[in-house]
């Protein structure tokens, strides 16, 4: 087989291996910032395709396929990698070059996958990633041997250090090389490993399982002379962040801290965010003539699209938390430690890192319950994901806490009210998906819990670049959201907004006469009892698109009532002028609960085959989300 078939089209690399090897890393250390994430033909599990020049100027494209300790997979995302390693997607052929990253910390259980990739035929290079650590450890890997006894290539990398995937990328442009001029030739090029079909690929036998785990039990006879021990730093820190309690403990100062960061260090740069959205606005409006082009850009625009790109700070810290305790190692050992507490409801310890996930975005915590083996615990777990208050929330949380909560300190001076209130919304959202957990599996989907085995990585201090790269990918999806899906939905607002425009003589403001207004009017009935007024409403329509959509709809509705003058000084103080602290309770509390965001619909549709369960949680989501504003509203006016 030929690693490049064509010098038109660069030869595709794939990147596998066993969770936590650090292909991430080594994926972020090729190809730097000339990445796209996409999704596999068909499924929605997200892959990552990037490209790099190598040092003889050859393009190459490289894809990082999900962790898998074996190509007999056992859950969706292993299924992926293994369907692209045997080129089952249609219009997709094999990889040219499969680069199989392995933790030289842990060998015995990285040379499995390798031995097992061996049998397909494909040209093979093995990384041993994370060498730096393995040497620390007192570990001795022969890599010469390894690449004889294996019979490939064997190159020790460390993907976070500088020039540390240098000698990957001379062996790659090598095999490359190799290819191209076998290319120009017409004849076959060596392969890197036995050349053979993967497309013949079987489910190997118990017997052939055997004879692999004895396989790398004799190289590593051969080639490691010490295995080495993990460090006593590291046992030591497990004995606390893995006890019972002091643990649990550690676990929630930590989401608490990160709840009150999300306050704290945004608040300078959201600062600067809304001083330019207001100095654009009011530039726009000195510099055009009165009319429909000037209010479309200032109070469609710039007051819809700027009432949620202002809400990016807070996001990029969300984020920055998540991906910091990824990369750190830590995120593994919470799922271990919530283990027995979520076992209480039953729900399997994995689901944890699907529904930390889901803080961020519910798509990707859906879509990360794929590594949940088992079918039932599977869709439990994708039932009660968007329960998680994901990063979406956020604008309605910060807006509606802004213009209600006074920023005081609270427990002594520790820390502020605004953060103590969006950790017991964030609390609020954990603890009513345990409660539907614990009803799923009572009754839809009973059966046997099964416990949780899973691989504690090595503590790892985080690479900044890596952490850089992934908040800078954040931060492009949100802004492209921003410039497309709410920019447009912001001209539609404004236009109903504005059309047909107040009678002559009316003594109302003209959005009370437009499309929007009567659409709102019409449905304030429905929700009154919850305390929500029509501008709620209309709010409420285009926020099924995406929950953030709701402030730039706000943002919108009131710069255009009264005489242009209702936004004051800030969204916030417009709300606070306009409704009663047992409204703004109410649609906080709607918000834990409503399931505003026809993307996760679309993807629990696509991972259950079929809009069953899709409808399901729409339907349970919705009452909870009635029942609870409801309940808020009535208590909160009986009280205040």
Not at 203 to 221: I, K
Not at 433 to 447: D, M, N
Not at 515 to 530: D, S
């Amino acid at each position: 087989m030929s690693v490049m078939t064509s010098a038109a089209v660069p030869p595709r690399i794939a990147l596998v291996g066993n969770p936590n090897c650090g292909k991430t890393a080594l994926f972020n250390a090729l190809t730097g910032s000339r990445q796209k994430v996409a999704n596999y033909p068909g499924v929605t599990v997200e892959r990552k395709i990037g490209h790099f020049v190598s040092p003889l100027g050859r393009r190459v494209q490289v894809i990082d396929l999900p962790g898998t300790y074996s190509l007999r997979a056992r859950s969706p995302d292993e299924e992926v990698t293994r369907d692209v390693v045997l080129g089952r997607f249609a219009h997709e052929e094999s990889p040219d070059l499969l680069v199989c990253v392995a933790d030289a910390t842990n060998l015995r259980l990285n040379l499995r996958l390798v031995v097992e990739l061996k049998r397909l035929g494909l040209p093979i290079i093995l990384a041993l990633n994370m060498m730096d650590a393995a040497e620390k450890r007192g570990c001795r890997i022969d890599a010469a041997a390894l690449s004889a006894a294996l019979g490939v290539p064997v190159v020790p990398t460390v993907a976070i250090r500088r020039g540390g995937v240098q000698p990957l990328l001379d062996q790659i442009d090598g095999a490359v090389a190799l290819a191209a001029a076998a290319d120009a030739a017409e004849s076959p090029a060596p392969c890197c490993s036995p050349c053979g079909s993967p497309n013949g690929w079987s489910e190997p036998s118990s017997r052939e399982l055997r004879a692999y785990h004895q396989e790398v039990e004799g190289l590593l006879a051969r080639c490691v002379t010490d295995a080495g021990l993990p460090p006593v730093a590291t046992r030591r820190v497990d004995a606390v962040l893995l006890h019972p309690v002091f643990g649990l403990a550690f676990l929630f100062l930590v989401l608490f801290l990160m709840f009150q960061a999300v306050f704290a260090w945004a608040e300078a740069p959201m600062n600067l965010i809304d001083g330019a959205v207001s100095g654009l606005k009011d530039w726009v409006a000195a510099t055009l003539p009165d009319g429909a082009l000037r209010s479309l850009l200032t109070d469609g625009i710039i007051a819809g699209v700027g009432s949620v790109v202002i809400f990016l700070p807070q996001i990029l810290v969300l984020f920055f938390f998540i991906l910091v305790l990824e990369a750190t190692g830590y995120l593994a050992r919470a799922a271990f430690l919530l283990d027995r507490l979520m076992g209480g409801v039953g729900l399997h310890g994995r689901a944890f890192i699907p529904l930390l996930s889901s803080f961020a975005c519910a798509v990707p915590g859906v879509m990360a319950a794929r590594t949940i083996e088992n079918r039932a615990d599977r869709l439990a777990t994708i039932m009660i994901a968007p329960l998680m208050t994901c990063s979406a929330r956020l604008p309605v949380y910060t807006l509606l806490i802004a213009a209600f909560v006074p920023d005081r300190p609270v427990l002594g001076g520790l820390v502020g009210l605004p953060g103590l209130v969006m950790f017991a919304l964030y609390a609020a959202g954990i603890l009513s998906a345990l409660a539907v957990a614990f009803v799923l599996k009572g009754t839809v989907f009973k059966g046997a819990r099964e416990p949780l085995l899973m691989e504690l990585p090595a503590y790892r201090l985080p690479n900044p670049r890596d952490i850089a790269l992934g908040l800078f990918e954040r931060a492009r999806i949100f802004l492209a959201r921003a410039g497309t899906t709410i920019f447009a939905l912001m001209i539609v607002m404004w236009f109903l907004a504005s059309v047909p425009g107040a009678p002559e003589g009316a003594s109302e403001p003209a959005i009370q006469y437009s499309i929007a207004g009567m659409i709102g009017h019409a449905l304030e009935p429905l929700l009154a009892p919850i305390g929500f007024t029509w501008q709620i409403a209309v709010a409420l329509v285009p926020g099924i698109a995406a929950r953030e959509v709701a402030v730039g709809v706000l943002g919108t509705i009131y710069a255009l009532s009264d005489s242009g003058d209702a936004l004051q000084s800030s969204l916030a103080g417009a709300l606070a002028a306009s409704w009663g602290l047992p409204t703004a309770l109410s649609l906080l509390a709607w918000y834990v609960f409503a399931p505003q965001c026809i993307a996760t619909l679309t993807v629990v549709k696509r991972e259950t085959n079929g809009w069953f369960w899709p409808a399901v949680m729409f339907a349970y989501m919705i009452a909870l989300a009635y029942g609870a504003s409801f309940v808020t509203y009535r208590v909160a006016s009986a009280l205040l």
